[in-house]
């Protein structure tokens, strides 16, 4: 459909950090200030990490007060006086849940991301399962709902019915990028795993996995974990644990110095792993659960493991990690895609000829 001139997006996430969802909002309104005839700002709390990291992006910030009857008028304001077009929620947050009908009763369109529309099997929370709820709500409002998986797009068109439904493979993380990759394998190599540790990540698959890789070849392996599971973890040869909090240039610098990002998931809607992985060109290994494979192109990309044992994960990192010719070619691929299909400009100029 024909885009309105002279649209203003306002990216709304009251998240105080801004982990996965957060950082999405932020990618997509730099991509949308690249757009023709388009303005982005970000609302978000205030003196909250998620505002420092947006101005330290240079975009223009609305931050709003933590406490809800302060916060709700401020925003009720903001919307008045800003009049956006459109406003995108990057991922549900139950602390904007209650704020939605003020954006219903404006004259702005409102755009929803989802990333997953079900709990994990066995792992689900009772803030989780509201959380869905508010979902399925809040979805059957939006004028567009955008999934970042054809797997997570099946399941919200099940759960959600939405009026408009856009899939787009999530897109890959650049912002904390500050320079180019190392395009050959390391002497030894390092596999890197970084996030929760609950028992969907897969954690001692990769573990197994490792064990058994280490008999075959020299490797190093970085988890960046929680410190009750760097103490469950105890002194393993070549595990090296980083408890500490990253910053996102941190983060982007762990995984720069890493040779493949593993993702030994049991199961996953898609990966905001995989997404700052390929932002930088490290190539991933992932189970084959859920939208991984769509996000990580079988020796394209990376390595897609045969089957869900420890030894075919093995066998997968293996494949990347002592392929010295091949490798090369997976960090272009990734950087590749980066700059083109799975960029947020282009998933920004997606998401706007998808508004009904």
């Known amino acids: 459909m024909p885009r309105a001139p002279n649209q203003r997006v306002l990216i709304w996430s009251l998240k105080a950090q801004p982990g996965g969802g957060g950082l999405c909002g932020l990618e997509l309104a730099r991509a949308l200030n690249a757009q023709p005839g388009v303005t982005a700002s970000v609302c978000c709390l205030a003196d909250s990490a998620m505002e420092r990291l947006a101005q330290s992006m240079h975009l223009t910030v609305h931050g709003l007060p933590p406490a809800f009857l302060q916060s709700r008028r401020a925003f009720a304001v903001l919307l008045d ?76 068109a099940k759960d959600v019915s939405p009026s408009c439904l856009l899939t787009r493979v999530h897109p890959a993380f650049t912002a904390a990028v500050e320079k180019s990759p190392a395009a050959a394998l390391a002497t030894p190599p390092r596999i890197l795993f970084f996030g929760r540790s609950n028992a969907s990540k897969g954690l001692d698959r990769l573990l197994a996995a490792f064990a058994h890789l280490r008999k075959q070849i020299a490797v190093e392996l970085d988890l960046c974990v929680s410190e009750a599971t760097a103490r469950d973890l105890g002194q393993r040869e070549g595990v090296h644990c980083q408890t500490d909090f990253l910053s996102e240039q941190a983060l982007e610098a762990r995984i720069q110095a890493a040779d493949v990002v593993a993702l030994p998931y049991e199961n996953a809607t898609q990966s905001g792993v995989a997404a700052r992985a390929m932002g930088v060109g490290c190539p991933c290994v992932a189970t084959p659960v859920g939208g991984l494979p769509e996000q990580v192109l079988h020796e394209r990309t990376g390595r897609v493991a045969r089957d869900m044992t420890p030894e075919a994960f093995a066998n997968a990192l293996r494949s990347v990690l002592t392929d010295t010719t091949g490798y090369p070619a997976l960090v272009q691929e990734n950087l590749a895609l980066a700059a083109g299909e799975r960029s947020w400009r282009a998933f920004a100029r997606a998401l706007l000829e998808a508004l009904p």
């Open 81 to 156: 006086e800003l009049r956006p077009t459109l406003v995108v929620n990057p991922m549900l947050s139950l602390r904007q849940t209650p704020l939605l009908p003020l954006v219903l009763r404006s004259t702005a369109r409102y755009a929803l991301m989802i990333h997953e529309s079900r709990g994990r099997p066995g792992n689900s929370t009772l803030a989780e399962r509201v959380g869905f709820v508010a979902q399925r709500w809040e979805g059957a409002h939006a004028d567009l709902c955008v999934a970042l998986s054809e797997h997570t797009a099946a399941q919200v």
